[in-house]
């Protein structure tokens, strides 16, 4: 079913609203029935929009919409997302075609080569989670090892 402007408005800012001020990593994945497949055949569209409201209406459902206004508050404040799945791909490419501009802090979790076992839905996003806190962790800290200190 088409959802209005409106109903994607509300989505977006939701999901926006879900980055908090404190928030030092942010991870979205999409767990709903049809979400994937929705996000398959948007990506599958996506290079014939003009007009994003429309092209949203059109293909998004509001779990896209929502991961969307995720990506664009972290965008906005900084902050690194993971995003797992065909929904997560989607997102990225959307949020990069609509604006003209790459975020190397969106993160899909199948731009890693991890050799997960496991299929279920979040496996990905939290061995992401680690290696992103890892490495994030790693920079904090100088050759011999002791803790940068912010001047």
């Known amino acids: 079913m088409q959802k209005t402007s409106d109903e994607i408005a509300m989505a977006t800012s939701y999901g926006m609203m879900a980055v908090e001020e404190s928030t030092q990593l942010f991870c979205a994945a999409s767990f709903g029935q049809g979400v994937e497949a929705t ?41 690194p997302m993971i995003m797992e799945g065909t929904s ?41 989670a ?3 806190k890892t490495l994030w962790s790693g920079s904090a800290k100088t050759d011999c090892g002791k803790v940068k200190q912010a001047a």
């Open 39 to 79: 996000a398959q055949k948007a990506l599958n569209a996506i290079n014939g929009f003009d007009d994003l409201e429309i092209f949203m209406t059109t293909h998004c459902g509001l779990d896209h919409a929502a991961m969307l206004g995720g990506a664009i508050a972290s965008v906005m404040k900084g902050i």
């Open 88 to 128: 997560g791909k989607f997102t990225k490419m959307l949020l990069e075609r609509a604006s003209g501009k790459t975020f190397p802090n969106l993160v899909l979790t199948s731009d890693l080569n991890m050799n997960v076992v496991q299929s279920l839905p979040g496996h990905r996003m939290i061995s992401t």
């Open 130 to 132: 680690i290696i992103l």
